[in-house]
């Protein structure tokens, strides 16, 4: 097992960072929060020539196929940065769920609009419970001469709001769960941009009376939850990774500040309670960007990851919160303001969290996995 990045990974790592340093300095990522869009077209299609969009995707659908460690160092500086951008909702999760489950015809239509930059995509799959459990989707999608009808509300549905395609996770009765392509602009669709504490573009998006054909089916009726938990491995990885780069990056400011802030004439860093701190800190992020390239290395290699996965996403979950409140502590309560860059990844790590499921959700998901 060899976990070390190629050359070539080198150079796209700093390549993304020299972009994002650029583009999207903190103060740019509190005015696109605070936009009523949450999202910056221009800065999206830079993006887009950039050729990230196109890593997941095979070749005959405009992508590179590049290998999951690819994407993944992508997440990683982009949560360095807490660049906001459709990027997870449009290339991760609706991208690999038109992968596993969309007709030729789909595909051919849509990847090389997504890998150009030129779609936007949300996934309406959450409900009021925020349930990544099967039992958690039970919107109804009604059988009507040509296709369905779909009537109902969705929840933390990301970016929906700046989409031009909708996928929506549906019930259709006994039949099982279903996956719909939606123009998200359609008449019927309603939605109301939801005020979350990580600032993540995530909006209601109610549903009335929305028509949508039997080519707008993913895959097949009783498929659709198949279907999204093939894309919810590679999506929780790439989650972990976001994660993990804003881990790194609590840690350089918050060493930074320990070396300038001074108390009786001498930093606070020089204090042994501030450099234990910085210590476990750095632990917590070592062990588990260590175990993520792990389980990017064994979806590479077409190894099974399904406790991987949970015991990796219910660690990251605890330890961004644990290293973003360490760093909080080291700076004192301006480090909770939306003013310092820290409150930026504090917010986050609280919010991140619940993305492709809490701790609680993946701790049951591996005690499962171990038939406990």
Request: net charge negative; with cysteine.
């Given at each position: ?247 790194a990056e609590s840690i350089e400011m918050t060493n930074v500040y320990a070396k300038q802030r001074e108390q009786y004439s001498t930093p606070i860093g020089g204090f042994q309670a501030i450099q234990h701190y910085m210590a476990d ?92």
């Open positions: 097992m060899n976990l070390d990045y190629t050359k070539e990974q080198d150079m796209l790592r700093k390549s993304v960072d020299e972009f994002l340093s650029k583009e999207c300095p903190f103060d740019d990522v509190r005015e696109i929060e605070d936009s009523e869009s949450g999202f910056s077209a221009a800065k999206w299609k830079k993006m887009a020539k950039l050729g990230w969009m196109e890593l997941y995707f095979p070749e005959e659908y405009g992508g590179l196929g590049d290998p999951v460690g690819d994407v993944a160092i992508i997440m990683e500086e982009m949560g360095k940065k807490a660049f906001p951008s459709p990027f997870f909702s449009t290339v991760i999760q609706c991208g690999l769920i038109l992968l596993a489950g969309g007709s030729d015809k789909q595909k051919k239509e849509l990847l090389p609009k997504i890998a150009a930059g030129k779609l936007i995509m949300s996934l309406a799959q959450l409900e009021e419970e925020g349930s990544y459990r099967a039992t958690g989707i039970n919107l109804p999608a009604q059988r009507a001469a040509g296709g369905f009808i779909l009537n109902g509300i969705k929840m933390f549905a990301m970016d929906a709001n700046i989409a031009d395609k909708l996928i929506v996770a549906a019930r259709v009765g006994e039949e099982g769960i279903a996956l719909f392509l939606v123009d998200a602009k359609d008449p019927g669709i309603n939605y109301t941009k939801m005020d979350a504490i990580g600032k993540d573009n995530l909006c209601r998006v109610t549903f009335k009376d929305v028509k949508v054909g039997d080519g707008d089916l993913i895959g097949g009726v009783g498929e659709g939850w198949e279907i999204l938990e093939q894309m919810a491995q590679k999506a929780t990885l790439a989650k972990c990774a976001e994660m993990l780069g804003g881990c800190m750095q632990i917590a992020y070592d062990t588990s960007l260590y175990y993520m390239q792990k389980v990017a290395w064994m979806m590479d290699e077409g190894m099974d990851t399904t406790k991987e996965l949970s015991a990796l996403k219910a660690q990251v979950n605890e330890k961004f919160k644990f290293i973003t409140e360490r760093a909080v502590q080291i700076h004192g309560g301006i480090g909770t303001t939306r003013e310092f860059n820290i409150g930026l990844f504090y917010r986050r790590a609280k919010a991140h969290e619940y993305i492709m499921g809490d701790t609680d959700y993946h701790y049951a998901k591996l005690a499962e996995a171990l038939e406990l």
